[in-house]
């Protein structure tokens, strides 16, 4: 069984719930306290034991290629005044290995997974959507499925349950227990489902390992919601035809294309924060009762 070695990361969206914020910024620029959204997810999977990374970037993302680029006007100002600290996490940044390629026409996510192909050749590898942050210490959400990959050697989709009016904001997966598994056999999955059409409440949220066959199957899927090419509609066609299973991984998933998830994010985090959250956390405490 082959290792999960490679990530992609899709980032070639316009960010149009964002607006104004995303007319010349890419969306996952924004940060959560003080670090891009992307650098989480980037983190998260070189957390979790992946060795390359794919970015499908587009149009007006520039400033992602230039954040994990080397700054030496930067690194010799920082260093001439000693600042240490910050020069040490300047220069990790720029030492991930990132690969990127550019989707040309917004066609849907499943087009962009398909820009792919040649990074990934024959190999199952990992799906990280930048709109979808995982806290979880130590063990990130793709760390945990890919110890459920390496027990079951199958496409994987990382899930958890939503609340019912949330579930025509997500694929949706319809599964089986599989005894002796944390896993639920997909049997077949929905792209954004009604409430009424929805086979259940479990959502795809943004972490897939999939198996290399998704390429051909992509290559063959025909628009869909919304008018593009869902991964969803794929998952779907594979499930049919081999194992395709959900794990509902463990972790407080943030949703970054809502701006309440985002503010939530960003309050949450910045409690966390060593340097920040006490502080914070009192002054948080001083606006109760006055807003
Ligand atoms: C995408 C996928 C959807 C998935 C969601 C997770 O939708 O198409 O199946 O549940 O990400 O965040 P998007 O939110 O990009 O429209």
Redesign the pocket.
Known sequence: MKRIRKAVIPAAGYGTRFLPATKATPKEMLPIVDKPTIQYIVEEALQSGIEEILIISGHAKRAIEDHFDTNPGLEIHLQEHHDTELLKIVRSISEINIHYIRQKHMRG?GDAILCAQSFIDDEPFAVL?G??VVYNDPHPALRQMIDVYNDIGATILGCQEVAQDKVS???IVKGVPVEGKPVLKVTSMI?KPSIEEAPSRI????RYIITPDVFEVLKRTEPGKGGEV???DALNTMAARESVYAYCFEGKRY?L?DKLGFLKATVEYALRRPDLGGPFREYLKSLVGHI
Do not use: C, H, K, V
Request: aromatic fraction near 6%; charge should be negative; hydrophobic fraction near 40%.
């Open positions: 996510l959507l709109d979808d904001a997500y694929g792209e959502a795809a949220l943004g869902q991964l969803t949703d294309g």
